[in-house]
């Protein structure tokens, strides 16, 4: 029974919808979530909003506070959906390490992309950042665990297509976590 996810890491550039479907997602699974921008430290912060992009090394300890939650998920054995770009393939086969996690990515247009960045109000990461996030983006390999998702339907439908394509692969995600993750 513990061959489905136990985090969900829902990837892709600023504006493909991560913390939205995130949130739906968690709620249809009843699982905590977390979104993985409040585990940047200030200077990252400081640094987007001066549309300065960040580097490996800004990264690098957002990526281990993630890795935190990822781990203390399977140590209390709660699935977790966590926000996170997971832009490097480096990334996201580290954070993949631990097991039991399934990465999501939004594939959602640039243009899209854009437009939402230039409604978006309130957050460091402005349309200006964008194109650095697409540069720095590895494309999703086929040798990967990630399950790809329009980004462009509607939230609802955006779940349901990952859930669709997830009992495909997880038979026993028909039942809730905490019954999947008891044995």
């Not at 061959?3 to 968690?26: E, F, H, N, Q």
């Not at 402005?126 to 790809?148: C, G, H, W, Y």
């Amino acid at each position: 029974m513990n061959d489905c996810p136990l985090v969900w890491i829902m990837m892709g550039v600023a504006g493909s919808g991560k913390t939205v479907v995130g949130r739906l997602l968690s709620e249809r699974l009843e699982s905590d979530f977390l979104e993985g921008d409040r585990r940047h430290p200030q200077a990252n912060i400081l640094k987007m909003l001066s549309h300065q992009p960040l580097q490996d090394a800004d990264r690098r300890q957002w990526l281990l506070e993630i890795e935190d939650d990822i781990q203390r998920a399977g140590d209390r054995n709660r699935e977790t959906v966590i926000t996170c770009s997971a832009l490097k393939l480096s990334y996201r086969n580290h954070l993949a390490a631990s097991g039991r996690v399934q990465l999501v990515y939004l594939e959602v247009p640039h243009t899209e992309l854009e437009r939402r960045l230039t409604q978006r109000q309130n957050h460091y990461m402005q349309s200006a950042m964008l194109q650095s996030q697409i540069a720095a983006f590895d494309s999703i390999s086929p040798e990967e665990n990630v399950i790809t998702v329009d980004g462009i339907l509607p939230p609802v439908e955006a779940v349901n297509s990952l859930l669709s394509q997830a009992m495909q692969r997880f038979p026993s995600l028909k039942q809730p976590w905490w019954q999947r993750t008891a044995e």
